[in-house]
C-alpha cells in the first residue's frame, strides 16, 4: 500500500486533477474585486469618517445629555471602584490584527473561555485535558478545544464577536444535516444533528460548536456550556510562529546533546531500527529529532532537542496546559517532568537553554523507557 | 502628483503585482487543495477567490511572512473547512457518492479517468477517506509537507498525523481489497 501511495501526486495529476486550475475568469473575478475596492475606497472613507463625525458628535451630546443610549454589542459590563455596574465601549476585540492569525492561548482567553474544559466525567475514554488553539475571525476571535479519543474524539469551538456578525452568521447558516432539530439550551437556540454529532449554539455574542459526542453526552456537554458569561475585554497577543527551515544536523552551530544512538543505550529501543532523524534552523534556535517506531506498536516516539537563544519557556507553559503532572523525578542531575494527557506521553527537562522532550502515545512505551531516553541524554 | 499620492501608487502597484504572483504561484495548487475537501470545482474557485482577496487585503501583513506557502494552504483549508460546515455542501457534495453525481452526458475528466483501473480506484478510495484522512493523506502524499509541517499546519500533534497516516493506510488497503474480492 506504501509503495502505491508514493505514486499519489502522479496518480491525481494525471487523473482526477487533471485539467483543473485556477481560471482566468477566477483571477478576472479577484481582480474586479479589489479594483472596486480601491477605487471606490476614498469618496467612501471620506462620506463615511464625515457621517460618522456629525452623527458622533449628535450621539455623544443626546446621550451624555439625557442618558438614553444603552450600547447595543460586546458591552462587558464591569464594576467600578466603587462596585457600581458601568458599561464600556463595545469591545474591539480583534484591534489592529488581521483575520486568521493564531493567538497565544493566555489566561485572559481562558478566562472568558464558555466552554467546559473538562468533560471526561461526561466521557471517560478521552484525554484529560484538550489541546487548546486561538485565531482571529472577523471582529473577534474563535478558540479551539480538542480532547483525543480512541477513534474519534471531541471538537468544541467558541467564536466571540460582535453581535452583528454573529446574527449574520446565524441568519445565513445552512442547516448541519437534514436531520437537523431545533433545541433550546439554557434558553439560547441551539441546532443538533444526530447524524453528524454536531451542536451550534448561539448566544448574542458567542457561536458554539460541539463535534464528535453522543446525543445524551453531547447535551450534558451543551448544558455544561457556560452561555451568560459575559464577554470582557481582553487581550489578544498574536503567537509568532517560529519559522524555520530544514537543516543538516551539520550546518547547526550550537552543540547537539541528543545521542543519536539511543537505541543502543535504551534497553526498550534496542530492536528499533533506522530511526528517522530530521533538523530545523534560524539564525537564533534550532530543533533536532528522531523519531523511533515503536516496538509495541510501531507508532513513533520522538526524542526531541529544542535550542533557544529566547529559552523555551512558552513552550512548557503550553506543555503544563494541554497536559497533566504525572511524576517529577530527578535522575542523573537532571529534573524530568512526565506529562500524560491521558493518551499522549509528553515528558521534559530543560538543560541552559535547551529543552529535552519525549513525545508519544501511551500504549506506545511503557513511562520507565521515557525516563531512562531522557535520562541517557549527556549533558556537559 | 503629491509625494503621499506616489507612495500610495507605489505601494498599491506592489500590492497588485504580488498578488498577480501569489495567483500564479498558487492558484492551482490552492484549488486542488480546496478540492480535496470540498469536491466541487466551483465551490473551490470561489474559496481560493477568497483566499486571495483576505491575502490582498492584508497585504503588509502576509508579504512580510516567512513561511508564506504553509500560511496560505492554513488558510485555504480554514475556508474550505468553514465551507464544509454548510449544509447544502455537506448534503449536495460531501453527502452523496461523488462519483455517482457525475452526470453529464460527456464523461468528465474524473469520469474518463475513473475506469477501473487500479489507479482510478485509487484516487476514488483516498477521496472516500473522512476528512481528517484524507487530508493527511493529500497533504503527506500530494504535497508532500512533513509531519512536522502538517502538525504546524493543521496545529494537531505531529503522533496523531503518525496516527492518521498509518489508519489511513489501512482503510486504503480495506477498501482496495474490498474492492478487488468484489470485482473478482
Redesign the interface.
Known amino acids: 500500500?506504501?509503495d502505491?501511495?508514493?505514486?499519489?501526486?502522479t496518480?491525481?495529476e494525471?487523473?482526477?486533477?487533471?485539467?483543473?486550475?485556477?481560471?482566468e475568469?477566477?483571477?478576472r473575478?479577484?481582480?474586479n474585486?479589489?479594483k472596486k475596492?480601491?477605487t471606490t475606497w476614498f469618496p467612501n472613507f471620506l462620506t463615511i469618517a464625515v457621517a460618522c463625525g456629525f452623527v458622533g458628535y449628535g450621539f455623544f451630546f443626546v446621550t451624555q445629555e439625557l442618558g438614553l443610549f444603552e450600547k447595543e454589542s460586546l458591552q462587558a459590563s464591569v464594576e467600578n471602584k466603587n462596585n457600581e455596574p458601568t458599561t464600556v465601549e463595545p469591545l474591539d476585540l480583534n484591534g489592529d490584527l488581521?483575520?486568521?492569525?493564531p493567538l497565544i492561548v493566555n489566561d485572559d482567553l481562558l478566562e472568558n473561555l464558555s466552554l467546559p474544559i473538562e468533560i471526561q466525567n461526561v466521557i471517560p475514554t478521552i484525554s484529560s485535558k484538550p489541546?487548546i488553539?486561538a485565531?482571529t475571525v472577523s471582529d473577534g476571535y474563535q478558540i479551539s478545544l480538542?480532547f483525543?479519543g480512541d477513534e474519534f474524539g471531541v471538537n468544541m469551538i467558541e467564536n466571540v464577536d460582535l453581535p452583528k456578525n454573529i446574527e449574520e452568521y446565524k441568519s445565513t447558516?445552512?442547516?448541519?444535516?437534514?436531520d437537523?432539530e431545533n433545541l433550546l439550551i439554557n434558553g439560547h437556540d441551539a441546532y443538533y444533528s444526530v447524524n453528524?454529532k454536531e451542536m451550534h449554539i448561539f448566544t448574542k455574542e458567542k457561536y458554539f460548536?460541539l463535534h464528535g459526542a453522543e446525543e445524551e453526552q453531547l447535551l450534558q456537554i451543551a448544558n455544561m456550556v457556560d452561555t451568560e458569561k459575559p464577554v470582557q475585554k481582553i487581550n489578544l497577543v498574536k503567537y509568532e510562529?517560529v519559522?524555520m527551515g530544514?537543516a543538516e544536523l551539520s550546518e547547526i552551530q550550537q552543540p547537539i546533546l541528543l545521542p543519536l544512538d539511543l537505541n543502543e543505550k535504551v534497553e526498550f529501543l534496542k530492536d528499533t531500527k533506522s530511526p528517522v532523524i530530521?533538523a530545523?534552523k534560524n539564525d537564533t534556535a534550532f530543533e533536532a529529532?528522531i523519531g523511533y517506531s515503536s516496538p509495541i506498536d510501531?507508532?513513533?516516539i520522538?526524542v526531541t532537542q529544542q535550542y533557544s537563544q529566547n529559552g523555551n519557556q512558552h513552550i512548557i507553559q503550553q506543555i503544563q496546559r494541554d497536559y497533566t503532572l504525572e511524576k517529577e523525578v530527578e535522575i542523573n542531575n537532571r529534573k524530568i517532568f512526565l506529562y500524560s494527557n491521558g493518551f499522549?506521553h509528553k515528558a521534559y527537562f530543560t538543560h541552559q537553554n535547551n529543552l529535552f522532550t519525549v513525545?508519544?502515545?501511551i500504549s506506545s512505551i511503557p513511562i520507565e523507557s521515557i525516563e531512562e531516553i531522557l535520562a541517557a541524554i549527556e549533558i556537559k | 502628483m503629491e509625494l503621499t499620492d506616489m507612495k500610495n501608487e507605489i505601494y498599491?502597484d506592489s500590492q497588485?503585482i504580488w498578488?498577480e504572483e501569489m495567483?500564479t504561484e498558487y492558484?492551482?495548487k490552492?484549488?486542488?487543495v480546496a478540492?480535496s475537501y470540498i469536491k466541487d470545482?466551483g465551490i473551490s474557485?470561489e474559496i481560493?477567490?477568497e483566499v486571495?482577496?483576505?491575502c490582498?487585503?492584508?497585504y503588509s501583513?502576509?508579504s512580510k511572512v516567512?513561511?508564506f506557502k504553509a500560511m496560505i494552504y492554513?488558510?485555504t483549508i480554514?475556508r474550505s473547512k468553514d465551507v464544509l460546515?454548510?449544509?447544502?455542501v455537506?448534503?449536495v457534495i460531501v453527502?452523496t457518492n461523488f462519483f455517482a453525481s457525475q452526470k453529464s452526458p460527456e464523461l468528465s475528466?474524473?469520469g474518463l479517468?475513473?475506469k477501473n483501473d487500479?489507479?482510478?480506484l485509487?484516487?476514488k478510495s483516498?477521496?472516500s477517506l473522512p476528512l481528517k484522512y484524507r487530508e493527511t493523506?493529500h497533504l503527506f502524499?500530494?504535497e508532500?509537507f512533513?509531519i512536522?509541517e502538517i502538525s504546524?499546519m493543521l496545529?494537531?500533534?505531529?503522533?496523531?498525523i503518525?496516527?492518521r497516516l498509518?489508519r489511513s493506510?489501512e482503510m486504503?488497503?480495506h477498501i482496495?481489497e474490498g474492492s478487488e474480492t468484489y470485482e473478482r
Do not use: C
Not at chain 1, 98 to 101: P, Q, R, T
Not at chain 2, 155 to 160: D, F, K, L, P, S
Open positions: 500500500m506504501k502505491k501511495l508514493d505514486d499519489v501526486r496518480i491525481l494525471d487523473g482526477v486533477y487533471k485539467g483543473y486550475k485556477f481560471t475568469e477566477s483571477k473575478k479577484v481582480r474585486s479589489i475596492k480601491n488581521s483575520e486568521d492569525l489541546q488553539y485565531r480538542t483525543y447558516r445552512n442547516k448541519i444535516w437534514a437537523e453528524q460548536i510562529e519559522m530544514s530530521t530545523r529529532m510501531t507508532l513513533d520522538f499522549h513525545d508519544s502515545v | 498599491s497588485e498578488l495567483m492558484g492551482d490552492m484549488i486542488r478540492y470545482w474557485q481560493v477567490q486571495f482577496i483576505t490582498y487585503k492584508n501583513h502576509y516567512e513561511n492554513k488558510i480554514n460546515r454548510s449544509h447544502f455537506k448534503k453527502g475528466p474524473e479517468f475513473l487500479e489507479k482510478a485509487i484516487a483516498i477521496l493523506i502524499y500530494y508532500n512533513s512536522t504546524e496545529r494537531v500533534n505531529q503522533n496523531t503518525k496516527s498509518k493506510r486504503l488497503g482496495l
